[in-house]
C-alpha cells in the first residue's frame, strides 16, 4: 500500500518550526549587506557597461554619422530613427557627401543590447556608463540628435563647417586631421532655420555694415 504524503510542517516537530525560522534571521544578520545607498552613493559601472548612446565627432568637430541607417536596421527593439542628407559646400555636417540630419532614439524601447554600435560602420555611435535614464514622460525617453551628440573638445569647431582644407574624407579616418584648421568658423544652419543678418555698424554711419549675425 502506498505510503500516504506528508503535510506540510510535519517534517518536525511543532515546536521546533519557531526557532527554525529565526536560525534563518540570526545567519542573515552576519552576511554581507547587499543594500547599496543609490542615489546618495553612485556606483562605478563596469567600464564596458552599456549605457546612454553617445553620437561622436571627429577631432575637428566634424561629426562621423553619415546617416547610413545601419543602426536602424540592425536594432531589433526599432528603437532608433535616423534620416540623412546631403552635405553642402556651404553647410556640412560631416567630410562626406551625408550627415545624419535626423537622429533619435527611443529608450521606452531600448534594451541596451548594443547591436547598433557594432553595426556602424563609422564609429559615430558609441555607448557611455550614463544609466539614469529613467522618466516619467514617453517623450522625454526620445533621445535627440542634439541631446545624443558629444560636446565639443579642445581644437573642435561646431557644426556646421568647412572640411580641413586639402583632406578628403579618408584621410579624417586615416587619422590625419587631428584638430580644425586655424581660423575655422561655424557656418550658418541654413536647413535649420538660421538666417544671416546684417549687423548695423557701431562705428559710424561710413562704416560697412559687413559683420554676420546668425539668427533664427
Ligand atoms: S542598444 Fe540595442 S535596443 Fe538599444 S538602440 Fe541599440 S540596437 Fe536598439
Ligand atoms: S550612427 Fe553609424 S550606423 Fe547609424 S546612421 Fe550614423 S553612421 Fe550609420
Known amino acids: 500500500m502506498a505510503e500516504e504524503p506528508k503535510e506540510a510542517g510535519q517534517s518536525k516537530p511543532g515546536f521546533q518550526n519557531p526557532v527554525a525560522g529565526f536560525g534563518v534571521t540570526f545567519k542573515a544578520m552576519?552576511?554581507?549587506?547587499?543594500?547599496?545607498?543609490?542615489?546618495?552613493?553612485?556606483?562605478?559601472?563596469?567600464?564596458?557597461?552599456?549605457?546612454?548612446?553617445?553620437?561622436?565627432r571627429?577631432?575637428?568637430?566634424?561629426?562621423?554619422?553619415?546617416?547610413?541607417?545601419?543602426?536602424a536596421w540592425a536594432c531589433p527593439a526599432d528603437a532608433i530613427y535616423v534620416e540623412g542628407a546631403d552635405n553642402t559646400d556651404e553647410e556640412r555636417y560631416s567630410p562626406g557627401e551625408r550627415y545624419?540630419?535626423?537622429?533619435?532614439?527611443?529608450?521606452?524601447?531600448?534594451?541596451?543590447?548594443?547591436?547598433?554600435?557594432e553595426a556602424c560602420p563609422t564609429r559615430a555611435l558609441t555607448m557611455t556608463n550614463e544609466f539614469e535614464l529613467a522618466d516619467s514622460s514617453r517623450a522625454n525617453l526620445i533621445y535627440t540628435?542634439?541631446?545624443l551628440l558629444a560636446g565639443l573638445d579642445?581644437?573642435?569647431v561646431d557644426t556646421p563647417h568647412a572640411i580641413y582644407p586639402g583632406t578628403d574624407e579618408q584621410d579624417y579616418y586615416r587619422g590625419l586631421v587631428t584638430e580644425a584648421a586655424p581660423g575655422?568658423?561655424?557656418?550658418?544652419?541654413?536647413?535649420?532655420?538660421?538666417?544671416?543678418?546684417?549687423?548695423?555698424?557701431?562705428?559710424?554711419?561710413?562704416?560697412?555694415?559687413?559683420?554676420?549675425?546668425i539668427g533664427r
Open 30 to 56: 552576519f552576511k554581507k549587506r547587499l543594500t547599496e545607498q543609490y542615489p546618495e552613493q553612485q556606483k562605478t559601472t563596469a567600464p564596458r557597461f552599456h549605457g546612454r548612446h553617445q553620437l561622436n
Open 58 to 71: 571627429h577631432p575637428d568637430g566634424l561629426e562621423k554619422c553619415v546617416g547610413c541607417e545601419l543602426c
Open 100 to 117: 545624419g540630419r535626423v537622429y533619435q532614439i527611443n529608450y521606452a524601447r531600448c534594451i541596451l543590447c548594443g547591436l547598433c554600435i
Open 145 to 147: 540628435k542634439e541631446q
Open 154 to 156: 579642445e581644437g573642435m
Open 184 to 213: 575655422t568658423e561655424r557656418q550658418v544652419a541654413l536647413s535649420k532655420g538660421e538666417v544671416v543678418q546684417e549687423a548695423a555698424s557701431t562705428f559710424g554711419e561710413d562704416e560697412p555694415a559687413s559683420k554676420k549675425v
